[in-house]
């Protein structure tokens, strides 16, 4: 079981950039062998999952094509979310989740996260 971390957010421009990180808090932990998403959730809507990555490699909400990328250190220990472009619907509470029991059908979907940050607040200003 894996406790994470993200950092990285706060205030930015409209059409700048922004990199957020995850990590986990058990020592080392690497996320090589997982399948982890971002997701964003603002006050009132839904959360909806931004990107994830997994054996079968990168996904990303049409939102975010061409903008946003996930990657992760050469040591698979954090996971990144380089966010460039932002624009103002961009705000939101950032988290990032992982499948760490049973399968999943797509790791862009909350309900198949089992683990979760607490957060990470991302305001892009215009």
């Known amino acids: 079981e894996a406790q994470l971390v993200e950092s990285g957010g706060g205030l930015v421009r409209a059409g700048g950039s922004l990199r957020l990180s995850c990590a986990a808090s058990r020592s080392g932990f690497r996320f090589v062998d997982y399948a982890i998403g971002w997701f964003r959730q603002a006050p009132g809507k839904e959360r909806e999952g931004i990107s994830c990555i997994s054996t079968s490699g990168p996904e990303y909400a049409e939102s975010v094509k061409g903008r946003f990328i996930i990657g992760s250190d050469d040591d698979w220990k954090t996971v990144y979310l380089q966010m460039n472009a932002v624009k103002p619907e961009d705000t939101a509470t950032y988290y990032c989740?992982?499948?760490?029991?049973?399968?999943?059908?797509?790791?862009?979907?909350?309900?198949?996260?089992?683990?979760w940050g607490v957060g990470t607040l991302v305001t892009v200003s215009s």
């Open positions: 989740g992982i499948v760490v029991e049973g399968d999943y059908n797509d790791c862009l979907l909350p309900s198949d996260m089992d683990y």
